[in-house]
């Protein structure tokens, strides 16, 4: 009796560490699976973050030529208002002169 005890307590042992190491196995290829999804999301959101840097300098750049082109505008046109008024005062100098000598 005691040896079939032995070796049916021997069997469970052996069917138990089997099973234990079944399980490792499978619990190792679980996490190698999880970590090649976190690597692929890692590397997808450095793509987006990279595509989202590249779109914002090419936004900074387009601003800044529109933003160079509005001030050459603006100093055109006062460089241009500038010398109509500087005509305008000029013209009403000599009015106020012809006035003077009539």
């Known amino acids: 009796?005691?040896?079939l005890m032995i070796a049916s307590l021997t069997a469970a042992a052996l069917t138990m560490g089997a099973c234990?190491?079944?399980a490792q196995e499978e619990t190792g290829e679980?996490?190698?699976?999880?970590?090649?999804?976190a690597a692929a999301g890692a590397e997808a959101a450095g793509d987006a973050m990279a595509e989202g840097a590249e779109a914002a300098a090419a936004a900074a750049g387009d601003a800044a030529a529109d933003a160079k082109d509005a001030a050459a505008e603006a100093g055109a046109e006062a460089k241009e208002g500038a010398a109509?008024?500087?005509?305008?005062?000029?013209?009403?100098?000599?009015?106020?002169?012809a006035d003077i000598k009539q």
């Open 84 to 97: 109509n008024a500087l005509d305008a005062a000029g013209d009403a100098a000599k009015d106020a002169a």
């Open 1 to 3: 009796m005691r040896k």
């Open 20 to 22: 234990s190491e079944q």
């Open 30 to 37: 679980a996490a190698e699976v999880v970590a090649d999804d």
